[in-house]
């Protein structure tokens, strides 16, 4: 099966490759005199609509599938010589190797776009983004804030919030806890105002983590509390997973142990429901040194039993 998946792979790289070597192409010919192939809305329907199947399955955890439909997306947006189309999908599939933990393969792509002329600074902001999320996977910190600065300069938008909640994670990693703060807030008032709802959770997060890191526990887990609203609210079942296992992590630090084996069953419950396969063994794995802490070394050893069948799916 590895292998299989490993000839996949290398096949979509190709394919990828020459695609856009021939988008490169095209665009730089616009204007020369060559033919341009129609724009038909109907195409243009069918990309949205590969783009659309392809967001469900990453929310699904479903990458494999996710890449086949921002491929075909690209596909179609290539044969129109749709720029912006081809931009964006080539963005959206680096987002999906990155959340498979392929990061040379998204940062090829993420360098794709930087060669395409005549994009415009918007596009340019949300490639130097993703490049800065890929210099933090790397931990390559300074790099990753090069990057979130170049975004920011380029264009600001309603997005300005999450390059600052970026800054923020970047400070964190360094431990720079004052710094980080900062950037949280600034992030938290920018999203709000933005009305960028999962954005201002994330703000949120990142400052219960702060606070949790500076024995702040009160405001810690006020601000999980109001990310859970903004989570539930959405809809959103991984994000909600961590907001409740964030909660088990506070109160485990300060001996609550009830409290946090009850959080961190809510974390499992919603990750196994959601068949969120990686939350549900982490919540596990969090619960079982909660039991073993408490002095429940029975309910540990199930609980790690529990987890063995989730970490074979992983």
Known sequence: MSKFRSQKSEVRSQILFIC??????????????????????????????????AAKAAEKGDYEKALDYYMEALRINQSVENTGGIVINLINLAVIYQKQGNISEAEKLIDMVFLIPDINDSMKAEAAFEKARLCLKRKELSKAKEWVNKSLALNKGIREGSRWNLLGRIALMEGNYSEALTAANTAL?????????????????????????????????????????????????????????????????????????????????????????????????????????????????????TKMPLDKKK
């Open 20 to 53: 856009i070597l021939y988008s490169v192409f095209c665009i730089l010919c616009i204007g020369c005199g060559g033919p341009s192939a129609p724009t038909l809305p109907a195409i243009h329907a069918q990309a949205i609509e590969y783009n659309q199947n």
């Open 189 to 305: 008032k920018l999203n709000s105002v933005n009305k960028q709802k999962t954005e201002e959770a994330n703000s949120l997060r990142l400052i219960a983590e702060i606070r949790a890191l500076t024995d702040k526990f009160e405001e810690s887990r006020e601000a999980y509390m109001k990310a859970l609203e903004i989570d539930k609210e959405s809809g959103d079942s991984k994000k909600i997973a961590v907001d409740l296992k964030g909660l088990g992590d506070i109160f485990l630090k300060y001996g609550r142990l009830q409290d946090a084996v009850n959080f961190y069953i809510r974390a499992y419950t919603v990750s196994r429901t959601a068949e969120d396969i990686e939350g549900a063994s982490k919540a596990a794995e969090s619960l079982a040194d909660a039991y073993r802490k408490s002095g429940d070394d029975k309910k540990a050893e199930e609980i790690l039993k």
